[in-house]
C-alpha cells in the first residue's frame, strides 16, 4: 500500500489532539506539575505538526516557524516533566538556548532552503538527544521501564530529524518537507508509533509518580508531615539492621509534649496544633540528615539517631529544649515544655519495638519524676 507522507503526518496531529484533550478527563484535575507538563508537551506537538501541514498552502513562514517553536517548546515541556520525576537534569541552560535558538534561526534564514532546513533539524535533534539523556541516571527512584521506552522513541525522533536536516541542507532530495523521500517517510511512520510509544510511556510514569505519593501519605503525618507510626516502624527496622550490620552506635528517643491537654482546653486545639507543628518542625531543624523522626500519634514523637551515642542524645536534648522555649514564647504566646526518654542500642538487641519500649519506659520515668527532663534506659 503507498504511503502519503501529508496522510502520515495528518493522521498523526489527529492523534495528538485527541490525546491532549483525553489526558485531562484521564489524570483528573488534581495532578502534579510533571503531569500538567507532559499535557502541555503532547499540545504543543499537535500545534507544530497541525501548523507545518498548514503551512503549505497558507502563510509559509510564519506557520513553519510557529510549528518549529511549538515542537521545540514541546520537548522543554517533557524535559520539565522529568525533572520533576527524576531530579535535576543535566543540560538544562543548553537546552533552554536551543529551544530559542531553533525557530529564531529559522525565521532569520528562511529565505536560504538549506540553511533553514539543516539549522532548524539540526537542532532539533539535539534538542531530543538532551531530552533522551534525561531520562538516564535518576536522583529520585524511577522504573526503567517506562524510561527506557521513552529513551528508544526520543533517540529514534533525533536520528530521523537528523537525518531529514542532512538531506535538505546538503543534497536536492529534500525540496520540501512533504517529498516522498524514503528517509521522510520512514521518519513519518516512526514519529507515529513514538508517539504511541511515547504515550504510553509518560501514562506509566504518571501512574507510578501517583502511587508513589500514596505510599508517602500512608507513611506521614498529615499535621506535621513527619513519618507516621508505620512510617517509622517501616523505616527504622531498616536503620536498626543497618547499625547492626555495621557495628554503628544507634540512640533512640522518646519524646511527650508536657501538659498538652492543657494546651488544647486554655488555648484551644488551633494553638495545640500549631504547638504539634512547632515541635515537629524545631526536630527536624535540631536532628542531623541521616536520623529518623516520626509523630507517633497525639504529643508523642519519636527519634533515632543513628553514629550517636547516648552522649549526643543528652546534647540533642539540651539544642532542642532552648530552641523550643524560645522558639514557643516568640510564636505561640507561651512555652512549650517536654519529657524524654532515651534508650542506646545494646548488645543482642535486634528488635526495634524492643529498643523503642525501653525508651518508653525511661519517658514514663521522666514524667512520673515531674516532666521537663530527660530520662536514660538502663
Not at 492523534?15 to 510533571?34: H, T
Not at 517553536?69 to 516533566?81: D, E, K, P, S, V
Not at 508517539?195 to 503525618?221: I, S
Not at 508523642?300 to 547516648?310: C, D, G, I, R
Amino acid at each position: 500500500m503507498p504511503l502519503d507522507f501529508l496522510t502520515l503526518m495528518t493522521a498523526m496531529a489527529a492523534n495528538l489532539f485527541m490525546i491532549s484533550a483525553a489526558l485531562p478527563l484521564i489524570m483528573g484535575r488534581d495532578v502534579s506539575r510533571a503531569a500538567r507538563h507532559v499535557q502541555a508537551s503532547l499540545l504543543l506537538q499537535a500545534l507544530a505538526w497541525a501548523a507545518i501541514i498548514a503551512s503549505s498552502s497558507l502563510w509559509d513562514r510564519t506557520l513553519s516557524t510557529v510549528s518549529i517553536a511549538c515542537n521545540a517548546a514541546a520537548q522543554w515541556m517533557l524535559y520539565r516533566a522529568l525533572e520533576e520525576w527524576l531530579g535535576p537534569r543535566p543540560l538544562r541552560r543548553v537546552l533552554l538556548a536551543l529551544v530559542v535558538a531553533a525557530p529564531l534561526g529559522y525565521a532569520l534564514g528562511f529565505d536560504h532552503y538549506a540553511w533553514r532546513v539543516g539549522w532548524a533539524n539540526g537542532l532539533m535533534a539535539a534538542i531530543l538527544c538532551i531530552v533522551a539523556r534525561a531520562t538516564l541516571y535518576p536522583l529520585i527512584l524511577a522504573d526503567v521501564r517506562w524510561r527506557s521506552v521513552l529513551l528508544g522513541c526520543l533517540l529514534t525522533s533525533a536520528v530521523f530529524t537528523l537525518a531529514r536536516g542532512l538531506l535538505g541542507a546538503f543534497t536536492d532530495q529534500y525540496p520540501s518537507f512533504r517529498s516522498p523521500h524514503p528517509i521522510n517517510l520512514a521518519a513519518a511512520l516512526a514519529t507515529n508509533v513514538s508517539l504511541v510509544l511515547g504515550t504510553v510511556a509518560v501514562l506509566v510514569a504518571w501512574r507510578y509518580e501517583a502511587e508513589q505519593k500514596l505510599r508517602t501519605l500512608a507513611m506521614t503525618d498529615g499535621l506535621t508531615g513527619l513519618l507516621n507510626r508505620r512510617g517509622f516502624t517501616n523505616q527504622g527496622d531498616n536503620l536498626l539492621a543497618h547499625a547492626w550490620r555495621h557495628r554503628l552506635p544507634l540512640t533512640a528517643l522518646m519524646l511527650d509534649l508536657d501538659h498538652f491537654k492543657q494546651i488544647n482546653d486554655t488555648h484551644g486545639h488551633d494553638a495545640g496544633d500549631r504547638a504539634l507543628q512547632l515541635f515537629a518542625r524545631l526536630l527536624g531543624d535540631t536532628c542531623r540528615s541521616g536520623d529518623l523522626i516520626a509523630r507517633l500519634g497525639g504529643e508523642e514523637f519519636a527519634v533515632l539517631m543513628l553514629h550517636n551515642t547516648a552522649a549526643a542524645g543528652v546534647a540533642f536534648d539540651r539544642r532542642l529544649r532552648h530552641r523550643l522555649h524560645d522558639a514557643s514564647a516568640a510564636e505561640l504566646g507561651f512555652v512549650l515544655d517536654y519529657s524524654v526518654g532515651m534508650a542506646a542500642l545494646v548488645p543482642g538487641e535486634a528488635s526495634l519495638a524492643t529498643l523503642m519500649a525501653r525508651a518508653d519506659g525511661a519517658l514514663y520515668e521522666a514524667k512520673t519524676a515531674g516532666r521537663g527532663r530527660l530520662m536514660a534506659a538502663p
